[in-house]
């Protein structure tokens, strides 16, 4: 993640336990697309339209939620997330903050998100969320198997369960 605006060494890795790597067999490349992805920041004041437009028109959403994962209860947000159900376009929901990651359902404020489909991104950076949903959109057409893509942990992208 990009660290500095004006260092020359500018990036750094989020601290982990596990270092990221992949799982086995023979590394496959894989040609992405061009999805059209947004990555949208819920902040007080923001129109749920612009919510709206994204879940009606692109083919996949990371969301940037306060916490833990709650989100404004207004029922234009409501209605996009129906909407991204009823297309079955993956809808991603990551913490705006940089510790302690997701756990939707932990507050009634973040219900709005669990009933309407979203996909929990646990403590996945927002950086590694977009690249995993470029990647689902971009190896599968099916909505069952880009949910599954991601909801799995492919290279320690999330902390896993304990």
Known sequence: R?????????FAAEPTEMAPRYGGG???CHAFGAPDVAI??????VSARVFQLALRT??????????SGTAP????LAEGLKVAADRRIPVVA???CPEGGMAL??????????DGGVIDGRDMTVEAAFTKLLFALSVSEDPDRQRDLLVSALCGEFTPER
Do not use: M, N, W
């Open 2 to 10: 990009k660290s500095h605006s004006r260092h020359f060494d500018a």
């Open 26 to 28: 023979t590394l496959r």
């Open 40 to 45: 949208l920041a819920f902040a007080p004041g």
């Open 58 to 67: 692109c083919e996949g959403v990371v969301l940037r939620c306060y916490g």
């Open 73 to 76: 209860e207004q029922r234009e």
């Open 94 to 96: 990551v913490s705006q």
């Open 105 to 114: 359902g932990t507050y009634a404020a973040g219900s709005i998100l669990r």
